[in-house]
């Protein structure tokens, strides 16, 4: 029987980012390309449906492509509302403030002895305009 000194486990991980002016440019400006990409996506689905809901007429099941449809326009409308949401949220920022960008999942590594508690608790990782400034276990 083999007996295991050592595991690797996920553990999440918050990335946390101080809110700084070229911070907080750079991302509205990402957050507005992906509305703009959105947008584009919007009216080129526009044509594209009429062009596809004319040939499934042809083909006698329009119906299950204007179902098709819809669904996409409602996911893509959703993720629209998300990013515009996100966007107001970080014109609101304040400089100095602290904005979490995510979660993530890291390999802690488990020993026999360790305090499992410790080891699986959430740790933050601080970042200032791309350079970690503080990591919390």
């Known amino acids: 029987k083999l007996i295991i000194m050592t595991l690797f486990v996920k553990r999440p991980v918050i990335l946390k980012n101080i809110v700084t002016k070229e911070f907080k440019d750079r991302i509205m400006d990402e ?14 689905e526009e044509f594209q449906s009429r062009r ?20 996409e326009k409602d996911r893509q409308g959703q993720i629209r509302l998300n990013l515009k949401r ?15 960008s995510g ?21 933050e990782i601080i970042v200032k305009d791309g350079v970690v400034v503080q990591i919390i276990e």
């Open 31 to 44: 957050l507005g390309q992906a509305l703009d990409q959105i947008d584009r996506w919007f009216e080129q």
């Open 52 to 71: 596809l809901i004319s040939e499934a007429e042809r083909q006698g099941n329009s119906d299950l492509v204007r179902k098709e449809l819809d669904v």
């Open 86 to 100: 996100k966007l107001d949220e970080v014109t609101q920022l304040d400089i100095g403030s602290v904005f979490t």
């Open 103 to 123: 979660t993530y999942d890291a390999p802690v590594k488990i020993e026999v002895g360790d305090n499992i508690q410790s080891k699986l608790a959430q740790a």
